[in-house]
C-alpha cells in the first residue's frame, strides 16, 4: 500500500548496481516523497527544500568523480546536467523564502526528472562504471 503522497515508490527496479548510488539514490526518493507530501500539506518547504538540494551537491559530486575516475565519455554533459538542477533548486528555494507557490515543482517536475536523471544519464555511468570495474568508494 503506497501512501497516498508518495510519488516514487521504492523498488530493486531502480537500483543501478553501484552501491553509492543506490544509497544515496533511495534517500533522494524519500527526500522528494516528503517534500511532495508536504507540499500537498501546505506545509512550509524551504528547510526541506535546503536540505535536499545540499543532498544532490554531495551525490552529484560522487557522481562526478566516478565519472571522471572511470574517464566516462558522457562527463560533460552528465556534469553540466547535474549543475542545471542545482541551479533550479536554488531558484525555487529563492521564490519558496519569496512566499511562492511551488508546490507543482515537488509534487510533479521534481519526482518527473529525478526518474528520467536516473533512468538516462545515471544509467549509462552507473553501467559503464561498472564494466569499467569500478569498486571505488561506496
Ligand atoms: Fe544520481
Ligand atoms: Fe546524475
Not at 530493486?12 to 552501491?19: C, F, H
Amino acid at each position: 500500500m503506497i501512501a497516498p503522497h508518495s510519488v516514487i515508490r521504492w523498488t530493486d527496479s531502480l537500483l543501478l548496481g553501484v552501491e553509492f548510488v543506490d544509497h544515496d539514490h533511495r534517500h533522494a526518493v524519500d527526500a522528494i516523497n516528503h517534500l511532495a507530501a508536504l507540499a500537498v500539506e501546505g506545509g512550509d518547504l524551504t528547510a526541506d527544500a535546503e536540505a535536499f538540494r545540499d543532498h544532490c551537491a554531495e551525490h552529484f559530486a560522487r557522481e562526478e568523480a566516478m565519472m571522471t575516475r572511470t574517464a566516462f565519455f558522457g562527463l560533460e554533459p552528465h556534469r553540466d546536467e547535474h549543475q542545471r538542477v542545482l541551479a533550479e533548486l536554488d531558484g525555487i528555494i529563492l521564490r519558496l523564502k519569496a512566499g511562492e507557490d511551488c508546490r507543482d515543482y515537488f509534487t510533479e517536475a521534481l519526482p518527473q526528472w529525478f526518474l528520467e536523471h536516473r533512468a538516462t544519464m545515471d544509467f549509462v555511468t552507473a553501467d559503464f562504471a561498472r564494466e569499467r570495474g569500478w569498486t571505488g568508494p561506496g
